[in-house]
């Protein structure tokens, strides 16, 4: 069983940064797509980037955010610079069992305990 744990969420002021951590376990997820998705307070859960041989992004966070991954560490980053106050959410970290990366969060399989990241204005 795949067990994803995030980290590095927290408390930052509009235009710093953050880095986010999902770090699995259970199966090495080399071959996975990786990705990252955020849920606002009142808002759907929405997709923020995803990384499998290339890397996508949505538009709101294209020129501000970096996913990587390590796969000798079995785990994945969001590298967020440029913050801003909508960025504020609850980060999900999510792996999809399939060679193609995808934006619809019904499409992973395995799901992260979330993380929260607030940005002050």
């Known amino acids: 069983q795949v067990q994803l744990v995030e980290s590095g969420g927290g408390l930052v002021q509009a235009g710093g940064s953050l880095r986010l951590s999902c770090a699995a376990s259970g199966r090495t997820l080399s071959s996975y797509v990786m990705g990252w998705f955020r849920q606002a307070p009142g808002k759907e859960r929405e997709f923020v980037a995803a990384i499998r041989w290339s890397t996508y992004y949505a538009d709101s966070v294209k020129g501000r955010f970096v996913i990587s991954r390590d796969n000798a560490k079995n785990t994945t980053y969001l590298q967020m610079n440029s913050l801003k106050s909508e960025d504020t959410a609850v980060y999900y970290c999510?792996?999809?069992?399939?060679?193609?990366?995808?934006?619809?969060?019904?499409?992973?399989?395995?799901w992260g305990q979330g993380t929260q990241v607030t940005v002050s204005s």
């Open positions: 999510a792996a999809r069992r399939t060679l193609h990366a995808t934006m619809a969060s019904g499409d992973y399989n395995y």
